[in-house]
């Protein structure tokens, strides 16, 4: 099971930006999908569990979704601040043994 | 609120052996599972595996089968990986993440182990 991310996305601050992971080898739906934040030189952080929770802290701002037609899970961020950039991953499971699975990584620029 | 601390810097010789210890506070580790995540310098996000402290069930990436080993002590919190011959290529920030009962995970601030000779 692969997840594929664009390497790079940008937009404007206040604007709203998504990021796609699309699956390959498998139904994105057969397992949750999570999303991390890692800042520069910082550890990662959560920002989706299990599709579309936001643990608590994490501003209604973000929000995830899984489409099936598509096999993609995304990660949308509205009202983008320049304190949103960030690399994201997206990461499921390998559903023959729930071995974890991260998607490559998308850089995300504010400017 | 979970907080996880990981053991200091490690610097080593190839072929030599690591481990890193990540603790836990803000609660005990039943019901919930901790792995282990590597990112090599300015390289994504590598899985190579779980504990179940309850179980005491791991799950290694097949990369890291027979080389890492992935313990924890429910009586401390404290989880522990190790990776056993070290080559150049194992260089990296090492990160413990903990995954509660509700599905979030929480993540440790990462130990860097330099292997060098």
């Known amino acids: 099971f692969i997840l594929t991310q664009p390497h790079s996305v940008s937009e404007s601050p206040g604007k709203t930006v998504t990021i796609s992971c699309t699956g390959s080898?498998?139904?994105?739906?057969?397992?949750?999908v999570q999303w991390y934040q890692q800042r520069p030189g910082s550890a990662p952080t959560t920002v989706i569990f299990?599709?579309?929770?936001?643990p608590s802290g994490v501003p209604d701002r973000f929000s995830g979704s899984i489409d099936t037609s598509s096999n993609a899970a995304s990660l949308t961020i509205s009202g983008l601040k320049t304190e949103d950039e960030a690399d994201f991953y997206c990461?499921?499971?390998?559903?023959?043994?729930?071995?974890?699975?991260f998607g490559g990584g998308t850089k995300l620029t504010v400017l | 609120q979970v907080q996880l601390v990981q053991s200091g810097t490690e610097i080593k010789k190839p072929g030599s052996s690591v481990k890193v210890t990540c603790k836990a506070s803000?609660?005990?580790?039943?019901?919930?599972?901790i792995s282990w995540v590597r990112q090599a310098p300015g390289q994504g996000l590598e899985w190579m595996g779980r504990?179940?402290?309850?179980?005491?069930?791991?799950n290694y990436a097949q990369k890291f089968q027979g080389r890492g080993t992935i313990i924890a002590d429910r009586s401390t919190s404290t989880a522990y990986m190790g990776l056993s011959s070290l080559r150049s290529e194992d260089t990296a920030v090492y990160y413990c993440?903990?995954?509660?009962?509700?599905?979030?995970?929480?993540w440790g601030q990462g130990t860097l182990v330099t292997v060098s000779s």
């Open positions: 993440v903990l995954t509660d009962g509700s599905g979030n995970s929480h």
């Open positions: 803000g609660g005990t580790l039943s019901r919930k599972t």
């Open positions: 504990i179940i402290p309850t179980l005491g069930q791991t």
């Open positions: 080898g498998g139904s994105i739906a057969s397992n949750y």
């Open positions: 299990e599709n579309n929770q936001r």
């Open positions: 990461q499921s499971f390998d559903a023959s043994n729930q071995n974890w699975v």
